[in-house]
């Protein structure tokens, strides 16, 4: 148990969901670009230096196009609104992965996306998901003050105000296809913890002998309770905290966007009183830890175990935290960050499904197969065709991917030039003609479409749909 008093009277399981589609906003559209171009070459030199390490374990770098946001001419450049299938955008798939549960919803946003949550708002009551609109709130951005804590705490706001002490779950808006979201629901582990942060584990979620369709990035190395050999995990995109736990969050601002080279001297800077605890021999072990990883001398299966990952991180947030390495769940960190994952895997994956049918409406019956909520995904694109004539990005779509795809394919290739780093990667594809059709190209090479359906109709649905009875047991 922790230094915190935890509530008896918190309430199980979480009926308070956050989710957030807010994120930086850079000055202009080539600050954005620049951004892009330096994390996009990072990237690249991170993946020459493990292909020179052989055996020393050292993070996954997936080479990825990142799609930064900026603001011109009145077009807010949001991946949030970026159409993930037909004209639906992104932010429409969470917004029904937990409107299903029939819980409380808010959606901390800029105007243009809280409009599309407005209208989904609207059906989920009309077909009874949710008890009235009071169930989904949506907030406004207030692009003056961005940052990764003021999107927690303006997220979650509404939701603190009806129950103090009450779990709540966050989430990003762009987990696309993480629909499975009742084991962050029924996090148990809340009830003794303030923070709870249940990384993927790609032992979990690849065991050994099957095929790893999917290839993601691992930042970290971690031993679960009663074993020695660590698996390799990452920070999840869904956290379970309470009020207090939420507070302790303000830390990550620190840490957010900066270096990877930067990040051991903030996090000693951080938790040096730790050393003056009882925790001070797990904050040892952790910095010892992260001066073996960052320099890239940790051999595979060394890790931090999880009792001294989660003291660190009580001591770094200020509040009782756990850390652990239990979530099985691809899609909780395979969020719509870059043109690869957007369209590439994401828009190439739910359009192929459609498309391959004779008629749409037969197209989204056989998408029932792989995401469980496909019907009301049809139902819902008749109703936001609308706002493709208000919004300003869909009014300049699909014109304005176009060019920006040719922008950044010409800027990329000249950075790489200069910077004399091979680049074996191909151009972005265009995905889409002027016209406005979407084009098929070959997925990111990390990322199998078919093994994807696969797992989806064979483990992740199945999953889903016995984590949906629990749910029903529990609430």
């Known amino acids: 148990m922790s230094d915190s008093t935890i509530s008896t009277k918190r309430r199980w399981p979480a009926r308070n969901v956050a989710i957030a589609a807010s994120h930086e906003l850079f000055s202009s559209p080539e600050a954005a670009l620049r951004e892009t171009i330096r994390d996009r070459l990072q990237r690249r030199i991170e993946i020459l230096t493990q292909h020179s390490l052989g055996r020393k374990w050292c993070p996954y770098a997936i080479e990825s196009t990142r799609l930064n ?31 299903r549960a029939g819980i409380r919803i808010c959606l901390y946003a800029p105007p243009e996306v809280c409009r599309v949550a407005e209208v989904v708002r609207d059906y989920v009551a009309q077909i009874g998901w949710i008890r009235d609109s009071c169930d989904l709130i949506t907030v406004q951005e207030d692009k003056s003050r961005i940052s990764f804590f003021d999107s927690f705490k303006r997220s979650t706001a509404p939701l603190i105000a009806a129950g103090a002490d009450d779990a709540i779950v ?11 979201v009742w084991p962050w629901l029924l996090e148990r582990d809340i009830h003794d913890h303030d ?43 869904m956290l379970v905290f309470t009020q207090r736990g939420r507070d302790g969050l303000a830390n990550l ?19 040096w009183r730790g050393l003056l605890s009882r925790k001070a021999g797990s904050v040892l072990r952790a910095i010892h830890y992260g001066i073996k990883r960052k320099r890239y001398s940790l051999r595979p299966g060394d890790g931090i175990s999880q009792k001294h990952a989660s003291a660190f991180a009580s001591v770094f947030f200020g509040v009782d935290t756990l850390v652990k390495g239990e979530c099985a769940d691809p899609f909780i960190v395979k969020d719509a960050d870059g ?78 030039k200069e ?8 151009p972005i594809p265009e995905y889409f003609t002027r016209e406005g059709e ?38």
């Open 253 to 271: 601002d620190r840490i957010r966007g900066r270096p990877e080279a930067e990040l051991l001297g903030i996090f000693l800077k951080t938790s």
């Open 69 to 99: 946001r900026s603001i011109e001419s009145g077009v807010d450049d949001i991946k949030f609104l970026y159409p993930v299938l037909d004209n639906i955008p992104v932010v429409v798939l969470p917004l029904l992965n937990f409107a």
């Open 339 to 416: 043109f690869e994952e957007i369209f590439g895997y994401y828009r190439t994956l739910l359009q192929g499904v459609v498309e391959a049918a004779t008629t749409k409406e037969e197209g989204y019956r056989k998408l029932e197969a792989y995401y469980p909520h496909a019907e009301h995904l049809f139902r819902l694109s008749s109703r936001l065709t609308p706002l493709w004539s208000e919004i300003p990005l869909w009014r300049r779509w699909p014109e304005f991917i176009c060019d920006k795809t040719s922008t950044y394919n010409t800027r990329l290739k000249m950075a790489f």
């Open 419 to 426: 910077a004399g780093v091979d680049d074996s990667t191909m």
């Open 195 to 237: 923070l709870v942060v249940n990384m993927i584990a790609r032992e979990l979620i690849f065991p050994p002998g099957t095929n790893e369709f999917l290839r993601l990035e691992y930042f970290d190395s971690l031993s679960p309770v009663g074993q020695t050999r660590s698996r390799e995990v990452r920070q999840p995109d």
């Open 170 to 180: 966050w989430t990003a808006a762009d987990l696309v296809l993480a629909y499975d």
């Open 438 to 475: 979407f084009v098929f190209h070959p997925p990111p090479r990390h990322s199998s479409i078919p093994s994807s359906l696969a797992f989806l109709t064979e483990v992740y649905r199945p999953r889903y749909e016995h984590g949906r009875r629990q749910w029903l047991q529990a609430r």
